[in-house]
């Protein structure tokens, strides 16, 4: 499978199942689009006008060459991986820790509903906490990497129990041959000299909640009493990113219908001083006034190919910065049950409540439906887990023959599930976005790649 298109004044060519990128001139483009339902002779007779004989049999040999190399026009060698894949053990690798359902935020698009998801309010005593990294240990196999991110709500309400657990956890690294990678996710307001403190010295990444321009992310991320939170956080972000020497760190933000101009939001990040950053889109339900519609896609598309015109620009320079959704491998990437299967929800990766329940992610939790157990009896629902290791993106018919299915993975099981109560499904506008930052962050790896090969040449 191949997958052509112009971006920022490049011809792109992905070969999708090897994954070989190639940068090539308007004949090579046009004999590529005609390859395989076209003879050598056709091609020549359909393009001689325009590129000249001579020209587009030079292209011809390029591309029979690529072929020939195995990096243009590859079989698909995933999908005869899946009957191994789908019998590999359960092997428990990371866990979302919902250490607060409660929130000193009112944010209006939240799928927590200011942290209550769907029941009470409550805090993680350290028992359950304990019991959660007992059974992530036990449960984890060979793997040595264990990953623990403190979500919430508002995971700071209740730092106390997040510092016990993150003693509790390196006290049984030497003892098990395990190595603890703790995250945290905040919106800011609690966050002190103390939080800094630890988060610098115990955090592996810390995601700090902004949704860009002023306007923008009060009317979105207000306090409780209708007051934006900006000018609170803002000052509280840009230390703790020095802090951390700009790295480990994202500011993570969420643009809707109401700032459709979102990378007016990023770049406004960015000139705040902050070098790594995610904004992604609000998924909500078309009833919501601020969800993303169809109508939405041009100009959102526009968006992202403003934005990673911007970076191309700015690479190198001072003022450049990483953009999470336009990070991409392509050298190694994901491993083979990466590419087809993504996070791992349901699997390798569960949400553990306040009180010690199981759920797939954090993003079905509540949905007693999608229940798989608790810390104290381990997972008893074991056909939800059996459901989510079959899901993958041989198992959705949308998937099969899109070209970014190595990068998404499918997309998100819980996106899908929310708007067609099926998680082998996809979230359409989701799909369309995703394949559009896909198309951005290889033209950006290939303005890269071209500028370094320009700078060699040039100091010969």
């Known amino acids: 499978m191949v997958h052509q298109y112009k971006n920022n004044g490049y011809n792109i060519v992905l070969d999708v199942n090897s994954g070989a990128v190639h940068i090539v001139d308007d004949a090579a483009y046009e ?33 029979a060459l690529l072929e020939q190399e195995g990096t243009l026009f590859t079989e698909d060698g995933y999908e005869g991986y899946l009957s191994d894949f789908t019998k590999r053990p359960t092997v428990v690798k990371a866990l979302c820790l919902h250490i607060a359902h409660d929130c000193n935020l009112a944010c209006r698009y939240c799928f927590a509903e200011e942290g209550e998801y769907h029941g009470r309010r409550a805090l993680m005593s350290f028992e359950v906490g304990k019991a959660a990294l007992d059974f992530l240990i036990a449960h984890s196999g060979s793997r040595r990497n264990l990953e ?8 700071t309400l209740n730092f106390s129990v997040v510092k016990d657990l993150v003693a509790y956890g390196r006290s049984q690294e030497k003892l098990h041959d395990k190595k603890f990678r703790f995250t945290l996710t905040t919106n800011g307001v609690l966050l002190d000299d103390e939080v800094k403190e630890f988060a610098n010295r115990e955090m592996a990444n810390v995601v700090l909640s902004i949704d860009g321009r002023k306007e923008v992310n009060d009317r979105m991320r207000p306090f409780r009493d209708g007051g934006g939170s900006y000018d609170w956080i803002v000052p509280k972000f840009q230390e703790l990113a020095e802090s951390r020497r700009q790295t480990d760190y994202y500011v993570r933000g969420t643009f809707t219908h109401h700032n459709l101009d979102f990378s007016k939001d990023v770049l406004h990040l960015a000139e705040l001083g902050f070098r790594q950053i995610s904004v992604e889109p609000v998924v909500a339900q078309e009833s919501d006034d601020y969800a993303i519609c169809k109508e939405d896609l041009p100009q959102l598309m526009e968006e992202y190919d403003r934005l990673a015109a911007e970076m191309v620009k700015r690479h190198g320079r001072e003022d450049e910065f990483r953009f999470f959704h336009f990070m991409i491998d392509l050298e190694g990437g994901p491993c083979v049950a990466k590419r087809l299967s993504g996070c791992g929800s349901g699997t390798e990766y569960l949400a553990v409540t306040p009180w010690g329940d199981f759920y797939p992610c954090h993003q079905f939790v509540g949905n007693e439906a999608f229940y798989m157990g608790n810390v104290r009896e381990g997972i008893t629902n074991t ?15 949308q998937c099969r023959d899109c070209f970014a299915k190595f990068y998404c993975s499918g997309g998100c ?33 290939a303005a890269e790649a071209l500028e370094s090969e320009k700078r060699k040449e040039e100091t010969k």
């Not at 003879?39 to 001579?54: C, N, P, S, V």
């Not at 623990?148 to 995971?155: A, I, W, Y």
Request: charged fraction near 30%.
């Open 31 to 63: 004999a590529i689009a005609l390859w395989e339902s076209h003879t050598k002779d056709e091609i020549i007779g359909r393009l001689q006008a325009d590129f000249g004989e001579a020209v587009i049999r030079e292209a011809i040999e390029e591309v």
């Open 148 to 155: 623990v991110d403190f979500f919430g709500g508002e995971p």
């Open 383 to 397: 056909a939800i887990r059996d459901e989510f290791k079959s899901c993958n993106v041989y198992a959705k018919e």
């Open 413 to 445: 099981a819980a996106n899908s599930y929310n708007f067609h109560g099926d998680i082998h499904n996809i979230y359409d506008i989701g799909c369309a976005l995703q394949k559009k930052r896909v198309e951005c962050a290889i033209m950006i790896k």
